[in-house]
T-cell receptor, first 113, second 113 residues
Framework: DGGITQSPKYLFRKEGQNVTLSCEQN?????MYWYRQDPGQGLRLIYY???????QKGDIAEGYSVSREKKESFPLTVTSAQKNPTAFYLC????????????FGSGTRLTVV | QQQVKQSPQSLIVQKGGISIINCAYE??????FPWYQQFPGKGPALLIA?????SEKKEGRFTISFNKSAKQFSLHIMDSQPGDSATYFC????????????FGKGTTLSVSS
């Protein structure tokens, strides 16, 4: 079945460590997105990519980095520079040139202790 | 201008009642307005969407009402059921390549039986 896979579902890290969240899709979508969800804050855009080897910063990119070396994959690294990294992270994808069919993964809950 | 304001933050409705969630936007370039439904621990799923060329769209018990002049749109859930208890997000975008969905902060709906 086509879809987006985020792994792991739960992730624990010590403060000061970088951590990479995985996002893989087999929908043949060109565009991929990372959102952060906090209680009462909705979904805030971190980074997005419309094509391979290109990506743009969203509203809260500070402390995060991404890469897009393959169409299917859009990993997100939460760096030690992110002041409050504990959150629920959601990856999504859509067709190029259109945000119809915006499909989300099931999320990764990151807890930094 | 990029914000989408959603209200109320939480809503309690009796089974069989009507749930109404409202959203407002400022950017007149927005031309795509989807609603997403999210259950705890899951990613959001597209529920229903509307373009500004129509004032209303209905799919089963879910209806979007759109008021272009007021720059507002709302989700109506008729005959609300306990299984509708979830968090609902409105979103908006101008649908062009290189853009991403802007989300409201969400409404937590509880339908009591």
């Amino acid at each position: 079945d086509g879809g987006i896979t985020q792994s792991p579902k739960y992730l624990f890290r010590k403060e000061g460590q970088n951590v990479t969240l995985s996002c893989e899709q087999n929908l043949n979508h060109d565009a991929m997105y990372w959102y952060r969800q906090d209680p009462g804050q909705g979904l805030r855009l971190i980074y997005y990519s419309q094509i391979v080897n290109d990506f743009q910063k969203g509203d809260i990119a500070e402390g995060y980095s991404v890469s897009r070396e393959k169409k299917e994959s859009f990993p997100l690294t939460v760096t030690s520079a992110q002041k409050n990294p504990t959150a629920f992270y959601l990856c999504a994808s859509s067709m190029t040139g259109s945000i119809y069919g915006y499909t989300f993964g099931s999320g990764t809950r990151l807890t930094v202790v | 201008q990029q914000q989408v304001k959603q209200s109320p933050q939480s809503l309690i409705v009796q089974k069989g009642g009507i749930s109404i969630i409202n959203c407002a936007y400022e950017n007149t370039a927005f031309d795509y307005f989807p609603w997403y439904q999210q259950f705890p621990g899951k990613g959001p799923a597209l529920l229903i969407a509307i373009r500004p060329d129509v004032s209303e769209k209905k799919e089963g018990r879910f209806t979007i009402s759109f008021n272009k002049s007021a720059k507002q749109f709302s989700l109506h859930i008729m005959d609300s059921q306990p299984g509708d208890s979830a968090t609902y997000f409105c979103a908006a975008s101008n649908g062009q390549a290189g853009t991403a969905l802007i989300f409201g902060k969400g409404t937590t709906l509880s339908v009591s039986s």
